[in-house]
């Protein structure tokens, strides 16, 4: 089954990676993703872990469909 990712957490971690990209990630940022991956994956049962892979394949490595 497929981890469902809110639009929300999408662009979090979207913001992140371009702060990555840039080599300027702030703490900020990086503790807001995590705080929001924690809670999705608390709200929805799903495994953190499984839940913030999940994000990074779909920012960092999208289908030609969703880019």
Same mark, same amino acid.
């Given at each position: 089954?497929? !981890?469902? =990712?809110?639009?929300? =957490? !999408? /662009? =979090?971690? /979207?913001?992140?990676? *371009?702060? !990555?990209?840039?080599?300027? =990630?702030?703490? #900020?940022?990086? *503790?807001?993703? /995590?705080?929001?991956?924690? *809670?999705?994956? #608390? %709200?929805?049962?799903?495994?953190?872990?499984?839940?913030?892979? *999940?994000? &990074? &394949?779909?920012?960092? %490595?999208?289908?030609?469909?969703? /880019?």
């Amino acid at each position: 089954m497929a !981890i469902e =990712l809110s639009a929300g =957490l !999408i /662009q =979090l971690e /979207q913001d992140a990676w *371009a702060e !990555i990209q840039a080599g300027q =990630l702030t703490v #900020k940022t990086a *503790a807001a993703v /995590q705080a929001a991956v924690t *809670a999705h994956a #608390k %709200n929805t049962g799903e495994s953190r872990y499984e839940v913030e892979m *999940a994000l &990074k &394949k779909r920012v960092r %490595n999208p289908a030609p469909a969703e /880019q």
